[in-house]
């Protein structure tokens, strides 16, 4: 699938703003909260000046999602947690371009903490097997190795397919 193909070339090359483009929004979502909370570490207060920037940038309201981290350092609970996760969920929404505000927060851990949010092997060295195709849906086999293998599953939106690793049940 030339989606998976694509985000292997970017990989290669270290373009994460390309490789995220590859990536369902779904995913993106999911991989930016957890590369937020990252790049925040502890922090409850501020961000460092770069994230700011990101989050001014596009969109993202980090005031909010520091007072949410702050109640649940202050009155840890469901209900802070639940505040937490609904103000993430909504922030997110609020990004105007979710793979470019994913890129800048991996390309600043990567530099700070010399991690991030997906593994710098993403699709090297992997092929495609058992591709099915059912209508905007697909599945594959990423194969990495001998034995070692995971379900991907593929969405068309618009016209374009992108990745969604996090994959659904394969249909039998």
């Not at 070339?9 to 703003?17: F, N």
């Not at 390309?18 to 990536?23: G, P, T």
């Not at 840890?76 to 890129?103: C, E, I, Q, W, Y």
């Not at 599945?139 to 939106?157: H, I, K, Q």
Request: glycine residues 8%; proline residues 3%.
């Amino acid at each position: 699938m030339a989606a998976f193909e694509h985000a292997r070339a970017a990989m290669a090359r270290g373009d994460l703003l390309e490789v995220f483009n590859c990536l369902d929004v779904k995913d993106l979502k999911r991989i930016s909260e957890n590369a937020v909370n990252l790049s925040l570490g502890m922090l409850i207060d501020d961000a460092p000046a770069e994230i700011r920037g990101l989050c001014v940038e596009h969109g993202f309201p980090l005031d909010e999602v520091l007072a949410a981290r702050r109640r649940i350092m202050q009155t840890p609970g469901m209900d802070a947690t639940m505040n937490h996760r609904d103000t993430m969920k909504r922030a997110l929404a609020s990004v105007s371009n979710l793979p470019a505000f994913l890129a800048g927060l991996e390309g600043h851990s990567r530099r700070v903490s010399g991690a991030g949010s997906i593994s710098t092997r993403l699709f090297q060295n992997e092929k495609l097997t058992d591709m099915r195709i059912e209508g905007s849906r697909a599945w594959a086999t990423r194969v990495f190795g001998p034995g070692s293998n995971d379900d991907v599953e593929f969405v068309r939106t618009k016209g374009h397919w992108y990745i969604r690793l996090i994959s659904r049940r394969r249909p039998g």
